[in-house]
């Protein structure tokens, strides 16, 4: 399963949480089809760690930045010092994210705002951070948000995240209305289960519920990143010039099973 070789030569793309899990395989995909690519992450170790797993798997050289995406300056620092390293923006990828399960009648206010406050205004301080450079985009800026099935349907026992993902949807509609006439395409990636990262081990597998979700999923197994990757590379590269405003998404149809 394959591209064009060299289909976003010459493109610089930025992935927030790109050192591990799913933003990890977006980071691999895009480079490997000639994006210059950078990442941003709140540890310094693991971005280290990602950056020569990069290299040593794949050649890539991807840059790096340690941030936060609660903090909105820290974000603009750190997407202008790769946007000057990368000599430009192309393609925003806002896959940053912080979950944990807890029924909503134990959630702590704390805890609500903590993970509306990662996955929400994350998103919307890498989109404002972004925005100076993805209009310079040579053939339109491009962002592309993650979210999740559970956006459209509900939560229970995430209800922080559901509530955060669903506005992250919203704000892509916002985005891609106000911002289309610079040229910018705003769509968002709603992943089903995807095997291998933490949201699948920590929210299904050490629940005991693999077998449960699995027969939810018509379609009958997990999804992997590289599935979420080549679903980011439509969305940013030519094939998608047309798409603004919607939902992509990759979960095998789980959507309709209700996992
Ligand atoms: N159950 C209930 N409440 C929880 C919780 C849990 N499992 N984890 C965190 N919280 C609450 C804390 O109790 C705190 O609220 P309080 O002050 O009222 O007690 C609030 O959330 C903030 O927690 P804290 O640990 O200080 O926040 P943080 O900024 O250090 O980390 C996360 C927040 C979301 C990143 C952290 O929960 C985490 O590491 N999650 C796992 C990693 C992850 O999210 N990966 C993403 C892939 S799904």
């Known amino acids: 399963m394959s591209f064009v070789p060299d289909l976003l030569k010459g493109k610089r793309a930025i992935v927030t949480g790109g ?3 799913i933003g990890s395989h977006i980071v691999r995909k895009l480079g490997q089809l000639g994006a210059n690519v950078g990442i941003i992450s709140r540890r ?4 280290q760690t990602a ?21 909105e300056t820290v974000i603009q620092a750190a997407v202008a010092s790769l946007a000057d390293k990368m000599g430009g923006l192309d393609i925003m990828v806002c896959n940053a994210a912080g979950n944990f399960i807890c029924p909503t009648e ?14 929400l205004n994350g998103t919307f301080h890498s989109c404002k951070a972004a925005l100076p450079y993805l209009k310079e985009a040579t053939d339109g800026g491009r962002i592309i948000s993650i979210s999740t099935s559970q956006a459209n349907t509900g939560w229970p026992t995430a209800a922080h995240a559901g509530a955060a993902k669903a506005g992250i949807q919203n704000l892509m509609q916002s985005l891609a209305v106000e911002w289309g006439p610079y040229g910018i ?21 050490a629940q005991g519920r693999t077998d449960e979700v699995l027969e939810k999923i018509p379609l009958g197994h997990f999804g992997n990143g590289e599935d979420i990757a080549n679903a980011v590379v439509y969305l ?13 998404a990759v979960d095998g149809a789980a959507r309709w099973g209700r996992i």
Do not use: M
């Not at 950056?51 to 930045?65: G, I, M, P, R, T």
């Not at 940013?236 to 992509?248: D, F, I, K, M, P």
């Open 185 to 205: 395409r705003a769509n968002w990636i709603t992943p089903g289960p995807i095997e291998g990262t933490e949201g699948v081990e920590r929210l299904i597998t």
């Open 236 to 248: 940013a590269s030519t094939t998608g010039r047309y798409v603004s405003g919607t939902e992509l």
């Open 19 to 21: 050192a591990t899990g």
């Open 106 to 119: 134990n959630l702590s206010a704390n805890g609500w705002r903590t993970v509306i406050d990662i996955d």
């Open 44 to 47: 310094q170790e693991s971005l």
């Open 51 to 71: 950056v020569k797993s990069f290299a040593a798997d794949d050649n890539l050289e991807v840059h790096y930045q340690v941030g936060d995406v609660r903090k």
